[in-house]
């Protein structure tokens, strides 16, 4: 917590949690927000920060990203990618359980948020592990994750070993009032897959993964999911089918939410064309329809939450044939500008777009943050909608460059980030 007093003054304020559009000042003290729209009596700046022509905001929360730490430094760590998600705009991120070591002990649990502190950027919220190991066999100590400060438990993208687990799992994670998130993917319908299975996987010869593989996990899941009543979501959706059955099983109660990965909203099974590896993402880009349909549900509130999927790599992780290329992509950064471009092409309205990056993954996981109001924490993004940059021209933080959006010109760039009321980025 800072206890510098600051003024963000000159910008458009837009809180969808709130309904707060307009011109005005947001203030700072104690790591709080002190007021938003006006100055509070007596109140004495240390630091103003000027945010003529731009966007001032809630900080981003990303449900999904991957630090790659611990385990994993020679792809990134805390420091590098807590770095890049302040130049994001995302003051809270939580990571997977699948590092090395897997996140299913408070021991691991307690080593992540410590890094995380020292690095002194951005909240990290670990995930923990939904089994032992992320084996599928033996359930993890729940009470024991929840108590060293995990809100949330999943098995990365590693199967469970029968629905019976599945079961005691959520059954489990319900008495503790955990969420349980899910990457839908039945294993065997994979099976060695790499990109979505159709027309352009048939052409290229690449073994295809089928729709079916995410639609019968999800399929799978949610009547165990209503009948043990645990709080779900299903992170990363890549089909409008399994939007669908979220959305019915939503309809009728079912305490369920859904993301979806930003780069899904753009990117198709056409992508991979030239067998272009920095487009090999797990689950894979699907159909020109799929990614309509996945753009509608973001539009009417069906998806209340966007993420990144950030997921950095190594030069060398790319560099081979495209199926024994490594799947993902590094878009902590490329998060606001892929949402921005939505924007300009009237997909969704700015307002939309902030809630789904802010409000929405805070109300699943049931934060106090994602919102400006009067004793929020002061996480607060500025960006200039209009700024047009080229990530391979210089700001990019990320220890991973894997992104295909490298030379891209993109437009919306964060130019100040505060979390915790700390000015943890300044472009």
Request: net charge negative.
């Amino acid at each position: 917590m800072s206890g510098e007093r600051i003024i963000i003054e000159g910008g458009r304020i837009v809180d969808p949690a709130s309904g707060f559009d307009g011109p005005g000042m947001v203030c700072v003290a104690d790591g709080v927000v002190a007021s938003v729209g006006g100055l509070p009596d007596g109140f004495e700046a240390d630091r103003r920060i000027d945010a003529a022509g731009q966007i001032v905001c809630p900080g981003f929360i990303d449900l999904c990203a991957r630090l790659r730490e611990p385990g994993q430094e020679h792809k990134g760590s805390i420091a590098s990618e807590s770095a890049a998600a302040a130049a994001g705009g995302v003051t809270t991120l939580c990571c997977p359980p699948d590092t090395v070591p897997v996140i299913d002990t408070p021991a691991v649990v307690k080593l992540v948020t410590e890094r995380a502190e020292q690095a002194a950027k951005v909240r990290v919220l670990p995930i923990g592990a939904l089994t032992r190991g992320l084996t599928g066999t033996d359930l993890s100590e729940m009470y024991a994750l929840k108590r060293a400060g995990c809100l949330a438990l999943g098995n990365a993208d590693r199967p469970l070993a029968h629905p019976l687990v599945l079961r005691r799992a959520l059954e489990y994670a319900a008495s503790f009032d955990l969420v349980v998130v899910f990457r839908p993917e039945d294993p065997w319908l994979r099976s060695q897959g790499c990109v979505h299975e159709g027309a352009v996987s048939s052409r290229l010869g690449l073994p295809g993964i089928p729709e079916t593989a995410e639609t019968v996990a999800v399929a799978q899941a949610l009547p165990l999911i209503e009948q043990t009543g645990v709080r779900a979501h299903f992170g990363q959706l890549s089909s409008g089918r399994a939007v669908e059955m979220v959305a019915e099983a939503r309809a009728r109660g079912v305490h369920v939410s859904a993301d979806v990965a930003v780069h899904h909203l753009h990117l198709t099974e056409s992508s991979v064309d030239g067998f272009d590896a920095l487009c090999h993402s797990r689950p894979p880009f699907r159909t020109t329809a799929d990614r309509d349909a996945l753009r509608a549900a973001v539009a009417d509130g069906r998806i209340s939450a966007v993420c990144s999927d950030h997921q950095p790599h190594e030069t060398d992780a790319k560099l081979d044939v495209f199926p024994a290329t490594e799947p993902g992509l590094s878009s902590l950064q490329t998060l606001l500008p892929l949402m921005c471009a939505l924007v300009a092409e009237g997909r969704l309205s700015l307002s939309d777009a902030i809630a789904r990056v802010t409000a929405g993954p805070a109300a699943i996981l049931g934060l106090d943050s994602g919102r400006l109001a009067p004793g929020a924490p002061a996480d607060i993004c500025v960006f200039d909608p209009a700024a047009a940059w080229v990530p391979a021209h210089g700001g990019w933080l990320s220890a991973g460059r894997n992104t295909p959006f490298w030379e891209w010109p993109l437009t919306g760039r964060v130019t100040a980030t505060l979390a915790g009321g700390r000015l943890v980025y300044a472009l």
